[in-house]
């Protein structure tokens, strides 16, 4: 026993098989097998309608528009070589902080403030007596270090202790220099 109502021929020129349950295509709105009803299998003239897809940056994570026609490869591609804000080619610079010492040219990655004048050093020049410090409460030595021992105000021993280590790990490396 047929049934010729029922059901849909494929409307794919090369299947034409008869469907008891066709899918309609959205886009071009013919009736098609299981086999051919994907935009891609019956070749749908009207796909870009529907088959909207719009490339997001791997970078950036931006959308790019896309023009009809267009491969959205390329297209992303030419946005990371010219518009990209996450540009991996484009160096951002490291060492900014440059040093206040006068005639001092050297930049560090991380700001260091002297606590007294406030000024941004390098490694080199953070000390005050590196730098010659005279915005604190008095001007820094190295004679007032030894003054101030001898004027008859004792420093502390832990300060002592710290002075001198820290004016021999300075010798030190001025030497090996």
Known sequence: MEFPDLGKHCSEKTCNQLD????????????????????????????FKKDVQVPVCPLCNNPIPIKKGEIPDVVVGEHIDRDCKSHPGRREKIFTYRCSKEGCRRKEMLRVACDQCHGNFCIQHRHPLDHSCTRGSRPITAAGCSAAGASGSKPSAALHALSSSWLAQRFRWKVKR
């Open 20 to 47: 008891f349950l066709p899918l309609k295509c959205d886009a071009c709105k013919q009736d098609f097998c299981k086999d051919h009803f994907t935009y891609t299998a019956h070749k749908c003239a009207y796909a």
